[in-house]
Structure formats: structure tokens, C-alpha cells
């Protein structure tokens, strides 16, 4: 009998916790959607609210960029993570989850720069810093929810679902706005058709928000509660003694800078790297990076789970290790699938196409393409356009751009190179909510893990790209002045994320703890 | 092995000294460009990662040193 009873009662702890993964999991992964439509709609977004004729609203785009992206996020992770140690997780989450969702909603109803001119770059800053506020106070509420209510021993397990949903954001994100692209045709999803993204968010929300509602408070924050033991000043508590400042600082150059690295380099700057170095087209890269991510993602729960038989520093550790030692070879590896210098092209075989657009101003678009083929079915497409105002004035001066469709076998091969990439991700991203939630103790702990997670990921991963971007530019000049003096330009970028990570894991090597068990504290 | 840990405490502050010394001279490069992307980004680099490196660098080396993180027994 008493068999048949703890038999039952396990059924209904493992649905509570089936249900508590799903409530925020589910809720996370619609933070991340409303995070990255917005990057990924950059280029329409621009031509919309920031024309770059307008250098208030160029700023603006700008600080859009840069603010809400990364800096905003530590403010965030110290506004709610504050609320979450003294009024609860589940109540903070769920507002970070209506203002996360109010303000996508909102972007997408702002009238463009047209309409309301200054009014619309303004109101979409605002309305971004929100976006990125909310994400900051989002992570740590769920981590912490989840790793309170999962059983001793598979916290590594059941946070990793936490984990996979910035991943399947990016890759949700990236598939509405194809769907809607292909069912409403390009030239209307440039006019409005973009809204749709950012309208569909409160829908989403909606739903996340009437199963977290359904869900009660985290166990060890109610237990602390019922015994008066709540922090009163939990910044003061997590920042301000030395005791757990340590930790925090432990746990930002110890795992979350290299993590966040790692992630940045992976997701964002393979991407970015495909596109602007390999000149691989629009589609095409997307595609790649989409397979990669759906490909890898089940992994962040493979290494989650892992973690909590051989611990989170090992896995985290030798995640960090293999980008160091593989990311140059990698990224040579996908140049020179592009290389057009080191390919034979059939010159008979180019093809000069011209065509003439006549625009709504009234302007003349001139887009040449000249099309070019190379041994093993790669295609490259020179595109330059011009824009002639009127008959008698002079074109604009050439946009030039170029785009690369690879064969099916280099298309595979670049699908490879950057599933390896996300499997390094899936190393250190996959443990690292288990790690965090385990090293604070319960009264702080929503302050204390997301500060080190945002400053890590926000502003160490945030700024991968642009660091990145610059370090490749700085070379690329050097060359251009004493050629030759740097060999490989275009992987000078990865230095960053390798010294990031490097510093991270001989301070992760050595100061770290391989089991740290405060969950119940 | 914790005296190791212990005296890599001035490399960690020497390592954030270093790094605010080349940041803070690679931002103000940036800072006085003509493109409004790169002065943004100097601006962001000055004011919110060399504080973030150099203070905590300085400080996690300053505990090191003075053995905060020792292994417990």
C-alpha cells in the first residue's frame, strides 16, 4: 500500500514539475522571440523609424542597438532580481513577462518616421530599453523557479529546458518571419507585413501568462517566507558583503564571461560571418544556422542532465577549451568554402542581367547583376544599383553587394561547422542555470545569479560582434598598408571571444568548485 | 595549489590594469571617429566594459590575494 501511495504521490510531483518546466520555459522562449525579432527585423526597422539622412534618428538607432541589447540588461537583472528575493519569483516573472510582451506589441503599432516623424525613433528606443529591462529580470526568475522545484541531484537536468529557449527563440523568431515574408510577399512585408511579428507577441504572451498565472510559488521561497527568513536589502546582502560578492565575481570570470563568448560566437557571429565575410545569401544563411540550432538544441539538455553526474565545471570547462583551440581552424574552414580566389570560374559561362525599377518617388533603380559560375556548382552574384532621380541627372553612386550560393556539399559542410559551434554552446550554456542557482543561497539568489548571467552574456557575449567587427577592420587596414603583415584578416575577430575565454577557463580551472550545493539554504 | 591560487591574485589585478589601460586607449580613438556607430560604441566601451573588467579584475585578484578562495577541507 504505502508502495502504491509513494508511486502516486511521484506521478503527481513529476506532473507539478512537467508543468512548471512547461510554464517557464514556455514564457522564457517567448522572451527570447520578442528579444530577437527585433535584431532580426533590424534592417526593415531602420527604413521605417531610423532614416540614416536623420542624424538624431541614426543616434537613436544606434543606442537601440547598443542599450537595449546589452547594457540595459545587468539594470534589469538588479531591478527584478531585487523584487524576486523579496516578493516572490513567480510574481516577478510575470511581469517581466507582460512588460516583455506589451512593449513588442507596441513596436509593432508605432506609425513609422513618415507619419509622426521624431516621435517614432523616440518611442521605439523606449519601448526597446523595456524589451531589454524585462529580458533582464526574465532568466533569473526562471532558473531559480525551476532549480527550487526540481529534486536534489537533476537540477542540471530540468534547469537545461530553461536553456534551450534562447536557442529556440532565435530559431521561432527566424521562422515567423520567414512564414510571414513568404505568405504576404516580399515588397508587402517590407511595407507592413513586419508588424505581424511583433502583433502576434501578445497572443503568445497571453497564453504564457494564463498558465504561469495557474502556478504557485517556488517551495523554498515560500518555506523562507512562512519563516520570516527573507532578505530585506537583497542588493545590499548580495553585492555589498564580501562573502557573496566573492561568489558573484567568481561566477562572472570564472564561467559566465567565457559562457557568454561562447554563445555570442556561435549564434550570432557564425551568422554574421557567413554573411558579411562568405558573402553567403540571405536565405541560404539562414538556413544553415537554422538547421545547425534545431540540430544542437537537444544537446543543451544531453550536457544538462550530464553535469549532474560528473558536475557543471568539467562540461562548462571543456566547452570553453574546444572554442579556443578549434574556433580559428573553423572559421578558416568556412572562408575558404567561399574563397573565389582559390576557385576555377567557367568564364564562358557569365551572364549579365539588367534591370530598370521605376520607384513610388518617381527615381529610376538600376540593379545590374552579373552572374558568375565556379567548379563544383558554387554561384557567385555581383549586384550593383544605381538610383537616377530624374532623366537628366547623374546616377547615384553604386551600391555594390555580393551574394554567394554554395553546392550541396559545401552547404552541408557549413551546416557542420556550425553545429560544432552550437554543441560548444549547448557545453557551456546547458549547465551554467544549475551552476548559478547552486552557488547563492535561496534568500538572495535571484539577485545574485542574474547580475553575473546579464554582465556576462549582456555586455561580455553582447558585444562579441562588434568587438569582433572592429578587430577585423583594425587588420584589415594593417594589411591594406603593409601587405602582408597580417596573414589572415578576417579571423583576426576571433581573438576576442579566444582571450574572453582563455582568462575564463584558467580562472574556471582553478578557483571553481566542481559540486556546490546551497540550493537549499 | 591554494598558494598558486592565492599569489595569481597580482596577475589578475596586473591583467585588469592592463586591459583598462588598452581599452581606455582604443576607446578614445573611437571616440574621436568620424562614424557615429564607432563613437557610440568607444562611449560604450569607456563607460561599461573597462569599469566592469578593471574593477572586477582588481577586486577578484584583491580577494585571491587575500585567500577568499581557498578550498574547504
Given amino acids: 500500500m504505502s508502495t502504491h501511495r509513494a508511486k502516486a504521490k511521484q506521478a503527481v510531483d513529476n506532473r507539478t514539475l512537467f508543468s512548471v518546466i512547461s510554464a517557464s520555459s514556455v514564457g522564457t522562449l517567448i522572451e527570447w522571440y520578442d528579444f530577437y525579432i527585433f535584431g532580426s527585423l533590424a534592417a526593415i526597422l531602420s527604413t521605417q523609424f531610423f532614416p540614416k ?157 494564463v498558465i504561469r498565472m495557474r502556478m504557485a510559488e517556488s517551495p523554498l521561497f515560500s518555506k523562507l517566507k512562512s519563516e520570516g527568513n527573507l532578505s530585506k536589502n537583497p542588493l545590499a546582502e548580495s553585492f555589498g558583503k564580501r562573502q557573496n560578492l566573492k561568489l558573484v565575481l567568481l561566477a562572472l570570470f570564472g564561467a559566465t564571461a567565457g559562457q557568454g563568448v561562447i554563445w555570442y560566437t556561435g549564434q550570432f557571429y557564425a551568422l554574421s560571418f557567413i554573411q558579411k565575410a562568405c558573402n553567403v545569401e540571405f536565405v541560404q544563411s539562414n538556413m544553415i544556422v537554422a538547421i545547425a540550432l534545431l540540430a544542437a538544441t537537444p544537446f543543451f539538455i544531453v550536457f544538462g542532465g550530464w553535469s549532474d553526474r560528473i558536475g557543471r565545471k568539467p562540461i562548462m570547462l571543456a566547452g570553453m577549451a574546444l572554442g579556443i583551440f578549434t574556433y580559428r581552424p573553423i572559421y578558416d574552414k568556412l572562408y575558404s568554402l567561399t574563397d573565389l580566389s582559390q576557385k576555377q570560374e567557367f568564364v564562358d559561362a557569365q551572364t549579365i542581367d539588367r534591370k530598370l525599377t521605376k520607384q513610388d518617388n518617381g527615381s529610376l533603380l538600376t540593379t545590374m547583376t552579373t552572374t558568375h559560375f565556379y567548379e563544383g556548382g558554387l554561384i557567385a552574384k555581383d549586384i550593383e544599383k544605381t538610383i537616377t532621380t530624374n532623366p537628366s541627372s547623374q546616377p547615384s553612386k553604386p551600391e555594390l553587394t555580393k551574394a554567394v550560393t554554395l553546392p550541396r556539399a559545401s552547404f552541408w559542410l557549413m551546416v557542420l561547422l556550425v553545429f560544432v559551434q552550437v554543441v560548444y554552446v549547448t557545453m557551456v550554456y546547458g549547465p551554467v542555470a544549475a551552476f548559478l542557482v547552486e552557488l547563492f543561497p535561496t534568500r538572495i539568489r535571484y539577485t545574485s545569479m542574474s547580475l553575473p548571467y546579464h554582465i556576462g552574456n549582456g555586455i561580455f557575449g553582447g558585444l562579441t560582434p562588434f568587438i569582433a567587427t572592429a578587430l577585423v577592420a583594425t587588420a584589415t587596414k594593417a594589411n591594406e598598408a603593409v601587405p602582408g603583415s597580417v596573414a589572415k584578416p578576417y579571423l583576426e575577430g576571433l581573438w576576442y571571444p579566444i582571450l574572453v575565454a582563455g582568462v575564463c577557463f584558467v580562472i574556471g580551472l582553478l578557483y571553481l568548485n566542481n559540486k556546490s550545493e546551497r540550493v537549499n539554504e | 595549489m591554494e598558494q598558486v591560487k592565492k599569489y595569481l591574485g597580482i596577475i589578475w589585478i596586473l591583467l585588469g590594469i592592463y586591459v583598462g589601460y588598452e581599452r581606455i586607449t582604443d576607446s578614445l580613438i573611437k571616440i574621436g571617429s568620424d562614424k557615429l556607430e564607432d563613437r557610440v560604441f568607444g562611449w560604450v566601451v569607456l563607460c561599461v566594459l573597462v569599469p566592469i573588467v578593471v574593477g572586477g579584475l582588481i577586486l577578484f585578484g584583491k580577494y585571491a590575494l587575500d585567500g577568499e578562495y581557498k578550498s574547504k577541507e
Avoid at chain 1, 538624431?56 to 544606434?62: I, K, P, Q, V
Avoid at chain 1, 523616440?122 to 526540481?150: C, D, K, N
Avoid at chain 1, 530540468?158 to 536557442?167: K, R
Fill in chain 1, 53 to 209: 539622412d536623420n542624424p538624431t534618428a541614426a543616434l537613436l538607432s544606434t543606442l537601440a542597438t547598443f542599450a537595449a541589447g546589452f547594457i540595459v540588461r545587468p539594470f534589469g537583472a538588479l531591478v527584478f532580481g531585487r523584487l524576486g528575493d523579496l516578493v516572490g519569483r513567480k510574481y516577478t516573472f510575470l511581469v517581466t513577462l507582460v512588460l516583455m510582451g506589451g512593449s513588442t506589441f507596441a513596436i509593432g503599432l508605432i506609425p513609422g518616421y513618415a507619419s509622426i516623424g521624431f516621435w517614432a525613433p523616440l518611442l521605439v528606443l523606449l519601448l526597446r530599453l523595456i524589451q531589454g529591462l524585462a529580458l533582464g529580470g526574465e532568466y533569473g526568475g526562471a532558473a531559480t523557479y525551476v532549480a527550487e522545484y526540481a529534486p536534489e541531484g537533476r537540477r542540471g537536468y530540468y534547469t537545461s529546458f530553461i536553456q534551450t529557449t534562447a536557442t529556440l527563440g532565435l530559431f521561432v523568431s527566424l521562422g515567423v518571419i520567414m512564414l510571414t515574408r513568404e505568405s504576404v510577399g516580399v515588397d508587402k512585408f517590407s511595407e507592413w507585413g513586419w508588424r505581424i511579428p511583433f502583433l502576434l507577441s501578445i497572443i503568445l504572451v497571453g497564453v504564457s501568462i
